[in-house]
Nanobody, 120 residues
Framework: VQLQASGGGLVQAGGSLRLSCAFSGGVFRDHRMGWYRQAPGKEREFVAGINMSGAITRYGDSVKGRFTISRDNAKNTVYLQMSSLRPEDTAVYYC??????????????WGQGTQVTVSS
């Protein structure tokens, strides 16, 4: 499995960005997918997850109501729409396949990460 994240960049506080993650090397619809992030000096944290069909999603507490995860199984792509961005959202964002239930997400395969920087 290979994952290629894109869409990061520099944005002002209050702005929006959409991240994309292209999946290859397997059967996309067989995988739960997720986004994680890691800020400098901090541990990697779970941001959002989505089940195989896209009907079930789960979010980390710090992004609930601001971020939306979605997927397009025809395009083998998972998205993260980020709105009302804050400086504390600055991090490298990674997509991953998720093993197990979304309530206890366990990342399996990782993408290479895309930098998101939010200026105040």
């Amino acid at each position: 499995v290979q994952l290629q994240a894109s869409g990061g960049g520099l944005v002002q506080a209050g702005g929006s960005l959409r991240l994309s993650c292209a999946f290859s090397g397997g059967v996309f619809r067989d995988h739960r997918m997720g986004w994680y992030r890691q800020a400098p000096g901090k541990e990697r944290e779970f941001v959002a997850g989505i089940n195989m069909s896209g009907a079930i999603t789960r979010y980390g507490d710090s992004v609930k109501g601001r971020f939306t995860i979605s997927r397009d199984n025809a395009k083998n792509t998972v998205y993260l729409q980020m709105s009302s961005l804050r400086p504390e959202d600055t991090a490298v964002y990674y997509c991953a396949t998720i093993g197990g239930p979304l309530t206890v997400p366990v990342p399996n395969y990782w993408g290479q990460g895309t930098q998101v920087t939010v200026s105040s």
